[in-house]
């Protein structure tokens, strides 16, 4: 922890008081509710009371559990840390990112952690299946009373445009030339538009306040996709949070539910999250806020239903959601269409029905817009060849993705290529032999 400016605990002064402990001892019975490995020193307590540095997890939390359990009343996180601010600890959220309060306040906290150039990012952050699919029930439902607004900031409509344009900007050169290259502007637009939120005034023009936490939102959620794309699972999960809690404040729940749906194809492909089943997830979003989408919106959704029910072995359930997508999704063409067959072939690889996959992988390579996807899904169908033994066709295929991917900045892809590239040569005459994978790859 930094050695900051002095600002004083006063709360948790006031209870070491009441209770007539000394630093000392807070330490003591801290450490007899840790795991081992993980104790603190005797004069930790004295940093937290008299400099108003926060512990790290899971030593905050362990603090206001001994305190709750000494006092015989609740002490909560936000009572004991909340008023230190986010620039001395690790938090500014509690542990318990999805199970905070769904307000606009927790929602601006969140995009202003999430916004922090130099964060610290903590293993703590990852997801917990259970707690992510428990948050449906909140982001789902109507949007919270907006509180604040009433800065001196003036924010007006042609700012909001301007963040809008700035956010499409950003996905387009994201998808062209990957995450590594848009993360640090896409952040630092994220906590320009953090601050709009924190300071502006709009109390008395609630779609506008709204509408600016709708475009924070996306901002978050680009912000998570292109850290994923650099491997970097803590700290996008932990945008992804902030982009939930945001969707809800500006009461959009299509948004929030574009949100899920990547992070379970994320979790399909790259795996993250502590037992987070992806399907079970993507079901009960459809089910909370499904009827408020569109039909391509629905078809979009119901194809990465396909994909990771697919990823989990349920061959009925994902055939049924792929054909359920597609006939949603009728005649129309372009990116969508691309999209939408992108997500299926990859279901039907993940079933190992090569037949079936590889015409829709590749009507998908040729209506792709984005550099970026059109490399994945040349890796996907090479690595199909690959499979059925076709090593001219898989490399043909590879080879096309490798030129489109130089210079990419884009995790997700180069190890798409090292992966194919080791299964290759593990095939190769003369190599040892070894097992087939049944469609992680790529």
């Given at each position: 922890m930094a050695d900051l400016a002095r600002k004083r605990n006063e709360e948790l002064a006031r209870i070491l008081h009441q209770l007539s402990w000394s630093p000392e001892r807070l330490a003591r019975e801290v450490n007899l509710v840790l795991p081992a490995g993980l104790s603190i020193s005797q004069t930790a307590p004295y940093?937290?009371?008299?400099?108003?540095?926060?512990?790290?997890?899971?030593?905050?939390?362990?603090?206001?559990?001994?305190?709750?359990?000494?006092?015989?009343?609740?002490?909560?996180?936000?009572?004991?840390?909340?008023?230190?601010?986010?620039?001395?600890?690790?938090?500014?959220?509690?542990?318990?990112?999805?199970?905070?309060?769904?307000?606009?306040?927790?929602?601006?906290?969140?995009?202003?952690?999430?916004?922090?150039?130099?964060?610290?990012?903590?293993?703590?952050?990852?997801?917990?299946?259970?707690e992510l699919a428990a948050a449906v029930e909140h982001w789902s439902t109507a949007a919270p009373p907006l509180t604040g607004g009433e800065g001196a900031l003036r924010v007006s409509a042609g700012q909001l445009a301007d963040l809008r344009l700035g956010y499409h900007g950003k996905r387009r050169l994201a998808q062209a030339c990957g995450g590594g290259l848009v993360l640090e502007p896409?952040?630092?637009?994220?906590?320009?538009?953090?601050?709009?939120?924190?300071?502006?005034?709009?109390?008395?023009?609630?779609?506008?306040?709204?509408?600016?936490?709708?475009?924070?939102?996306?901002?978050?959620?680009?912000?998570?996709?292109?850290a994923a794309d650099l491997g970097q699972e803590a700290a996008a999960q932990r945008s992804y949070v902030a982009a939930l809690r945001a969707a809800h404040a500006a009461g959009q729940p299509r948004l929030a539910m574009s949100v899920v749906g990547g992070l379970a194809v994320q979790v399909a492909y790259q795996g993250a999250g502590r037992g987070l089943d992806p399907a079970a997830l993507l079901e009960r979003a459809l089910a909370a806020v499904g009827k408020q989408l569109t039909p391509p919106q629905q078809a979009r959704q119901l194809g990465r239903l396909a994909l990771v029910r697919a990823r989990g072995g349920q061959r009925a359930g994902a055939e049924a959601a792929a054909e359920q997508a597609l006939a949603l999704l009728g005649s129309q063409g372009g990116p969508r269409r691309a999209e939408l067959l992108g997500l299926v072939g990859g279901a039907y690889l993940f079933l190992d029905e090569h037949e079936l996959a590889r015409p829709m992988l590749t009507e998908a390579v040729a209506g792709a817009g984005a550099v970026r996807a059109r490399a994945l899904l040349l890796l996907r169908l090479a690595d199909s060849w690959r499979r059925t033994g076709e090593p001219a066709r898989a490399s043909e295929a590879a080879d096309q993705a490798r030129r489109l991917a130089a210079g990419m900045q884009s995790q997700v892809v180069a190890r798409a290529l090292r992966e194919f590239d080791a299964a290759r040569a593990a095939k190769a005459p003369g190599a040892k032999a070894s097992g087939e994978g049944s469609g992680k790859k790529c």
């Open positions: 940093k937290w009371r008299d400099r108003g540095m926060v512990p790290r997890a899971p030593h905050d939390l362990a603090v206001c559990e001994v305190l709750s359990r000494a006092v015989g009343i609740a002490v909560t996180y936000e009572q004991l840390w909340g008023p230190m601010g986010s620039n001395r600890g690790a938090k500014v959220l509690s542990a318990r990112l999805l199970t905070d309060p769904w307000t606009a306040d927790t929602a601006q906290l969140a995009l202003r952690e999430a916004g922090a150039q130099a964060a610290p990012v903590r293993l703590t952050d990852l997801f917990r299946g259970e896409a952040r630092a637009e994220l906590a320009m538009a953090g601050k709009l939120l924190e300071l502006g005034g709009y109390a008395e023009d609630e779609g506008l306040g709204r509408a600016l936490y709708g475009v924070a939102g996306r901002l978050a959620r680009l912000v998570g996709w292109a």
